[in-house]
């Protein structure tokens, strides 16, 4: 009698098997790979435990499924699943999604908690935080909230989207955006194919939405605002934020988060890290004297105990509603972001420092990708000067004996885009566009009433045009 020869384990070589194993053999197979056809293997660990797995090509990509243990799922329906596997995957079908989908669709709020703690990450603001669930909860939640993410339809974002269209226009492009947002992370995970969001603008129409900017000052009555402040919360935390916002032009978020190992007062800069900057880099403030002098009285305010500049009692950063609430407890009818625009039009008005210099100030990023890519300076003593004038202005305005800093007589103000930064700089009475060297380099060229150069005389007597540059 010959004795039972063992199959070797792994893929045979040859045809491929099919239904090669038997169930006798599934409870007594020794550790290794089997296979049973249309991609089944048993495989048996070394510590005994016995399972189905199936190696598939699934959209082109090698995978491999786990299909159950061999306790729980017998031998006969271990290949049915094995066989409907094989054609799912062979019409295009993924079978590894319809696993996922029967294992349990998340609701649309469920989803959308996953989302906001994979993004919450990447976000350098908390009140971002916080608004992102809360405008999906306000809007999304009572139409679709307990709704699996594989039934959202257009019908419900357009249910949810045509009551804001056209009255409250910034929150429905919040909610479009987010809701869209959920809805890539479903198409991400394979629980639909689809994104309920598209084709959804046309039928919304246009938005005629009426543009509002930050409320704000005109430039004249800045000084009269914060005589006011103090005057009325002398030393308070609250008013010594607000002057030193308005004094240095930065955004309030800025302010509020300044620490002290971020001020060097030596050098009267204020260096800010990118990870706190709307640009993401760095950004230098130069401090004028006013500005070294809040610091001074924020740190006695503070006892040298907290490592924020602007700390409220309990050592913590300013709340981002105080300053607001300061200006409209004073009846100043602006908001401390729209301080940055009272300082734009100053200096555009009443100076002659280059537009390139200010936007530096505001530190706004250069839209131009090539005018960027060539411009490495900070500007930093220019923007220093600036600074200065700006302090001065307001001291000046606040004694009732306005700081002139006004253009020259004779010499125009430089404004908008005009000439570039070359054309600043020619603005300015620089080295390089003003001093337009004679022939042999002996000083500058004398112009004539026409604002020409005179002819060159020559040796024959007559006269030679200095060409145009």
Request: glycine residues 8%; charged residues 30%.
């Amino acid at each position: 009698m010959t004795s039972r020869t063992r199959r070797p384990p792994g893929k045979p070589k040859g045809r491929h098997p099919h239904k090669r194993l038997s169930a006798a053999f599934v409870r007594s197979a020794p550790p290794g790979r089997y296979c049973d056809g249309n991609g089944l293997y048993l495989y048996v660990q070394k510590t005994g435990t016995r399972s189905w797995i199936q190696r598939l090509v699934i959209r082109g990509r090698k995978r491999e499924l786990g299909l159950g243990s061999v306790a729980l799922v017998p031998l006969a329906e271990a290949r049915d699943k094995a066989l409907a596997n094989r054609k799912l995957a062979r019409d295009g079908g993924d079978p590894l999604a319809e696993k996922r989908r029967s294992a349990g669709i998340p609701t649309f709020a469920e989803a959308a908690k996953r989302v906001l703690e994979q993004k919450r990450a990447g976000w350098r603001s908390a009140e971002h935080v916080r608004s992102w669930p809360r405008s999906l909860e306000l809007h999304a939640f009572p139409r679709i909230g307990q709704v699996p993410v594989s039934e959202v339809t257009s019908a419900d974002v357009l249910d949810i989207l045509t009551p804001l269209w056209h009255t409250k226009g910034p929150t429905a492009r919040l909610v479009h955006m987010r809701v869209r947002a959920v809805m890539e992370w479903a198409i991400a995970m394979d629980w639909r194919t689809d994104n309920p969001c598209d084709r959804l603008l046309h039928l919304l129409g246009p938005q005629h939405d009426v543009v509002k900017h930050h409320q704000a000052l005109p430039h004249r009555e800045v000084a009269a605002a914060i005589e006011k402040a103090r005057a009325a919360d002398p030393g308070k935390v609250d008013t010594l934020a607000f002057e030193f916002l308005v004094l240095t032009a930065a955004r309030g978020g800025e302010v509020r988060g300044a620490v002290w190992s971020e001020i060097d007062r030596r050098q009267a800069v204020w260096t800010v890290p990118g990870s706190r900057m709307k640009a993401g880099r760095q950004h230098r403030v130069p401090l004028c004297d006013r500005a070294l002098e809040i610091l001074g009285e924020a740190r006695k305010l503070a006892g040298g105990e907290s490592p924020m500049v602007f700390a409220m009692e309990r050592g913590q950063a300013l709340r981002p509603e105080r300053i607001g609430r300061l200006l409209k407890r004073h009846g100043i009818a602006a908001v401390p972001h729209g301080f940055r625009s009272s300082f734009r039009d100053w200096a555009a008005e009443k100076t002659d420092h280059p537009r390139e210099v200010i936007e530096a100030a505001l530190a706004h990023v250069v839209r131009n990708k090539v005018e960027a890519a060539y411009r490495r300076t900070d500007l930093f003593e220019r923007r220093r000067r600036l600074m200065d004038d700006w302090a001065a202005y307001l001291a000046g305005r606040r004694a009732g004996t306005e700081t002139s800093t006004d253009p020259r007589p004779g010499q125009k103000a430089v404004s908008g885009h005009s000439g570039g930064f070359s054309g600043n700089l020619r603005a300015m009475g620089s080295p390089e566009s003003d001093d337009r060297r004679s022939p042999r380099g002996t000083g500058r060229v004398e112009t004539g009433p026409s604002g020409r150069a005179p002819p060159t005389p020559r040796s024959d007597g007559s006269a030679v045009r200095p060409r145009r540059r």
